[in-house]
């Protein structure tokens, strides 16, 4: 069984859900993404989200631009993040799904790309801009090398879409909680549509799934949790990063938002 299964399987049989932060790889400073790591496993991460920066990624907002700006100057390539996460695996149990764009996917080559994480202990990857109709080849590749592949469900998606976007996910969906950009928000599903639009998920998908984009609360993370499977936390954990004058702090720092985050019950 992976590690992705046993975590959501254990999860449900003790009734709790999963907090899921996202980093990008050195950023703020480089050499940050070890301890990062490890800190936010120590924290309380059920599962790690590690983005692969992207000179144009269309679906985060200026946060995580800005992140992985300064995160590809600091030398954030691809082999540099799965020796990372080859590192952090000596160590740990804990899953990491990368979540980067087709392009730099395509220019590493698909085979090698999975072939790699595998070998990392990289669990799962997210590939937002490819749907599940042009992913052939990604989903061959991942099948082969036994790494998950995670599709998104978005407020637009029909009822029959939610089912076939399930279908071709490994382990877990993504869904998106807005029709938009990554980053934190005040507002957070405050009109009824969140909830509206996760029971249709609840009513069309067995496996796991997980939501993100826009959650920075524990109350964010309870509302969630209400319907889905887990909390992915991404820009708001950034920020938090962002006003750090060095490396420790900044590691500190992280630990201690991920742990306010979890709801008091731990449900």
Not at 31 to 57: C, H, M, N, Q, Y
Not at 187 to 213: A, H, I
């Amino acid at each position: 069984m992976n590690r992705i299964r046993k975590t959501f399987d254990t999860l449900r049989s003790e009734r709790k859900k999963a907090l899921i932060p996202y980093i990008t790889p050195e950023y703020p400073f480089k050499g940050i993404t070890i301890p990062l790591l490890r800190e936010l496993e120590k924290s309380g991460a059920d599962i790690i989200e590690v983005g692969i920066p992207f000179s144009d990624p269309l679906a985060d907002g200026a946060t995580i631009q800005h992140s992985s700006e300064i995160a590809l100057k600091n030398g954030a390539r691809i082999p540099a993040i799965l020796e990372a996460v080859k590192e952090f695996r000596h160590q740990s149990e804990t899953p990491v799904v990368l979540m980067g764009y087709i392009n730099p996917i395509l220019r590493f080559g698909v085979e090698q790309f999975f072939s790699e994480c595998s070998a990392a202990g990289v669990d799962g990857v997210i590939v937002p801009d490819l749907p599940p109709e042009e992913a052939s080849a990604v989903k061959k590749a991942g099948e082969t090398h036994n790494v998950s592949n995670v599709f998104l469900i978005a407020p637009t998606t029909s009822d029959e879409r939610m089912k076939k976007i399930e279908g071709a996910s490994t382990d877990f969906t993504y869904c998106v909680s807005v029709t938009g950009v990554t980053g934190a928000r005040e507002q957070f599903g405050s009109n009824g549509t969140l909830e509206r639009f996760l029971e249709r998920v609840r009513k069309n998908v067995r496996k796991p799934f997980v939501v993100g984009f826009g959650i920075s609360t524990s109350e964010h993370v309870r509302k969630v949790w209400t319907y889905a499977d887990g909390a992915v936390i991404g820009s708001a954990l950034i920020d938090v990063l962002s006003n750090s004058s060095n490396m420790n702090e900044a590691v500190e720092k992280s630990g201690l938002f991920l742990r306010s985050l979890r709801p008091a019950d731990g449900r």
